[in-house]
């Protein structure tokens, strides 16, 4: 058992750093695809083929990561992040994140650098959410009838206001996947602010025991 977990783990290093890349080229490739739907064919067929390698990458580490590890179930209840991002197109731009944790620097475990990765990886989240979503919403609205929504620019407007549950009403989705990205929008609101809460009271908890502690120990 902890012999294939080290080997699962040697694995996620070893292809850490190329999966990041890989998911860097993922966003550029699905940004340009849903940005430029009127595409020639050519250029076209070469973004299809780009998508597919990457999520085939994806794919086949997933499989390998999920042979590798000890207890499967857990592994798989551990990263429903790379599940979804490996069955859901829209989800893939997160596999950036899932992948930089992989990394050896962000793995330290000290107080302060944990933190430090949280902010980290709340920055990206949040960009990466906004980004992502608006494309899709982009993507779902933009030719349906009686759409308020049909530009990215609107799209980014809409998802910033919705995650955040301003809810201005000047742009709403009318199609049903366009509402289902909604709640996903509005969910992630709530959790992005219990993260930034969480890691402000941690970092304000320690601040303030931090002297006490000092005095305790003279």
């Given amino acids: 058992m902890a012999q ?3 080997r699962r783990i040697a694995w996620e290093t070893a292809t850490s750093i190329p999966l990041v890349v890989l998911s860097v080229v993922f966003i550029v490739a699905y940004s340009v695809q849903i940005l430029t739907p009127q595409m020639d064919p050519a250029g076209t067929a070469a973004l299809n083929v780009v998508i597919f390698v990457v999520w085939l990458s994806f794919a086949t580490d997933y499989v390998v990561r999920l042979s590798l ?3 499967k179930w857990a592994f798989v209840r551990s ?3 790379v599940l979804l991002s490996v069955l859901v197109p829209v989800f893939r731009p997160f596999l950036l994140l899932t ?3 992989d990394i050896p620097y962000f793995r330290r475990s000290s107080g302060n650098a944990v933190r430090f990765t949280i902010v980290i990886y709340a920055a990206l989240f949040v960009v990466l959410f906004i980004y992502s979503l608006s494309l899709a919403e982009y993507a779902a609205e933009r030719d349906a009838p009686g759409a308020t929504i049909v530009s990215f620019g609107d799209a980014v ?3 910033c206001v919705t995650m955040t549950t301003v809810g201005y009403g000047d742009y ?3 199609t049903i996947l366009g509402r289902v990205i909604a709640v996903v929008l509005m969910f992630g609101g709530v ?3 219990g993260v930034a809460t969480a890691t402000i009271v941690s970092f304000l908890n320690e601040k303030i025991g931090r002297p006490r502690h000092d005095q305790a120990g003279h």
Wanted: charged letters at 15%; zero cysteines.
């Fill in 4 to 6: 294939h977990d080290a």
């Fill in 79 to 81: 990263t429903p992040i």
């Fill in 172 to 174: 709403t989705p009318v």
């Fill in 99 to 101: 992948r930089l944790r």
């Fill in 191 to 193: 959790a992005i602010l």
């Fill in 69 to 71: 590890a000890a207890h």
């Fill in 157 to 159: 407007w809409w998802a």
